[in-house]
């Protein structure tokens, strides 16, 4: 009995032991007995930082740096790796600034990223695509009922929605620019929904999968000073967002948006092994249409400074050009690469998920198809 209680005790004391024996990095548990060397480095440097005069001087430098760094170790055992090198190395150059801080130092003020404008609804997210359709359909004067001889417009929509019962829609109306300017935002949102209507009564789609938007006299596509341009302007667009196999998609409608799941290395623009399928989707159905053209763009987050972001965006777009016309043969005259930055933000900067939203490669396809 006494052997007994002397294993059981002995139990306790090892469970006890063993709970004790998390490590942390940076108030993050680790989940494996060995981290990356920049683990220790970063926080080498940040124990260096908090002890030297500067951190009397630039608190909120320290306070930001440990904060990168606990958010490096997240990401860490998230299996972000490039992330993690991303903010640790982050941390560490902010917490060697701090370290050089002295009286003459002043507080940086914090800085607030601009409100996210709200996505055109043509903007493509991972896993969905856009197929953006312009219907031929001109309205009377001040009236917003679909005239009989343009059902068939409307029908593109309608069949294509039938078919993919997980796509949606948004209906996007425009005007001219003759009449004022709250009287064109009304006619364009009662053009939109009498799409929309149509849809839903003539298809069966149901109204949750629909959406109607009128901008007005906004992003004319043509000069209002002539009636041709007037006609361009008073449009109906329909942007459908979908979760297909591009392959799947025939025949291919006037313009398709789509993002390619690629990841870079920290700095680099060279398309890494195991995100060429995602370049290949664009190069197939460019060689099935030889008459398409294409546009890719490169995103970055905010992390670096201005100029070297429009360049690296700049330079990972022209990688996939370069790959798609090596490939696949696709004539360098068909194809051309626009690098932004981080001008267009689909997310906010403050968190690595925002950050990774934001670095993307679009591709935007536009189809001439003969007829």
Avoid at 46 to 58: D, N
Avoid at 205 to 221: N, Q, V
């Amino acid at each position: 009995m006494k052997n007994k209680f002397f294993l059981a005790g002995q139990m306790i004391v090892i469970l006890f032991l063993c709970s004790s024996c998390t490590t942390y990095h940076f108030g993050v548990a680790n989940r494996a007995a060995m981290v990356p060397d920049d683990f220790g480095q970063t926080e080498a440097v940040l124990a260096r930082a908090e002890q030297s005069p500067g951190a009397w001087y630039c608190p909120e430098k320290i306070a930001k740096a440990k904060e990168l760094a606990r958010e490096g170790a997240e990401v860490y055992w998230s299996c972000h790796n490039t992330e993690s090198s991303r903010l640790l190395a982050e941390a560490r150059q902010l917490a060697e600034e701090a370290e050089r801080c002295g009286p003459g130092a002043v507080a940086a003020p914090m800085v607030r990223e601009a409100p996210i404008e709200p996505l055109p609804a043509a903007e493509p997210t991972p896993e969905r695509m856009k197929y953006c359709v312009s219907l031929g359909i001109e309205f009377d004067i001040n009236k917003s009922e679909i005239r009989p001889q343009y059902h068939d417009e409307v029908a593109k929509v309608g069949d294509f929605m039938k078919k993919y019962p997980t796509t949606t829609a948004v209906i996007e109306g425009y005007t001219d620019e003759v009449g004022n300017d709250d009287y064109n935002m009304q006619l364009s949102q009662q053009r939109a929904e009498s799409v929309v209507k149509y849809l839903e009564v003539n298809f069966g789609i149901d109204s949750s999968r629909l959406s109607a938007k009128g901008y007005g006299e906004a992003k004319p596509t043509a000069d209002n000073a002539t009636d041709a341009g007037r006609q361009k302007n008073r449009r109906i667009n329909a942007i459908i967002d979908c979760a297909l196999d591009v392959k799947d998609i025939a025949p291919p409608p006037e313009r398709l948006c789509m993002t390619l799941k690629v990841e870079y290395a920290t700095d680099s623009a060279d398309i890494r092994a195991g995100y060429s399928d995602e370049v290949d989707k664009v190069g197939e159905y460019m060689k099935k249409y030889p008459t398409t053209t294409a546009i890719i763009e490169g995103h970055t987050d905010n992390v670096g400074s201005f100029e070297h972001n429009m360049k690296l965006s700049r330079s990972r777009a022209e990688n996939v050009v370069n790959y798609l016309a090596g490939k696949f043969g696709i004539d360098s005259s068909r194809l051309s690469a626009k690098g932004y930055g981080s001008t267009r933000s689909i997310a906010y900067n403050n968190t690595a998920e925002g950050r990774q939203k934001n670095r993307r490669i679009n591709a935007i396809i536009d189809c001439v198809i003969d007829k």
